[in-house]
């Protein structure tokens, strides 16, 4: 069986909130529901690409190697396909602006519990729970 490679990236601004993403319908996985901006690896890409290449992709902003963190990596387990995910942590700048290029829409939070109550998967509500 083969397993899945992606990245998850934990955004925050300045003012300490965090930036969800809401997926749209028009994806193979977590449809309409709340979750970390990140994606799949390309081929032989490396967890950091991926992330700084999900990061243009999906909020518009390029974003230095040098910017992102590496907090580690968890396995989603799933009847089709194990997934591994690679975390990494980042803060936008007060001056970048947001330019949503996927999903259906995103928001900033600051409270874990109007967080833990969004829609979204089982392994979302643990990341909350232990990094934010």
Excluded at 11 to 31: A, F, W
């Amino acid at each position: 069986m083969s397993m899945r490679e992606t990245t998850g990236i934990i955004i925050t601004n300045t003012r300490g909130e965090y930036l969800l993403q809401e997926r749209d319908e028009n994806v193979s996985r977590y449809k309409n529901m709340w979750c970390l901006f990140g994606g799949k690896k390309d081929g032989n890409e490396e967890p950091i690409a991926t992330a700084l290449r999900e990061l243009q992709e999906e909020i518009g902003i390029v974003f230095s190697p040098d910017r992102l963190t590496y907090v580690g990596d968890f396995m989603i387990t799933s009847p089709e396909e194990p997934e591994r995910v690679y975390l990494f942590k980042t803060e936008i700048k007060d001056n970048e602006k947001i330019k949503l290029g996927e999903g259906a829409g995103y928001a900033f939070f600051s409270s874990k519990e109007k967080m833990l109550a969004l829609p979204s998967p089982g392994w979302m509500k643990d990341i909350i729970r232990t990094y934010f």
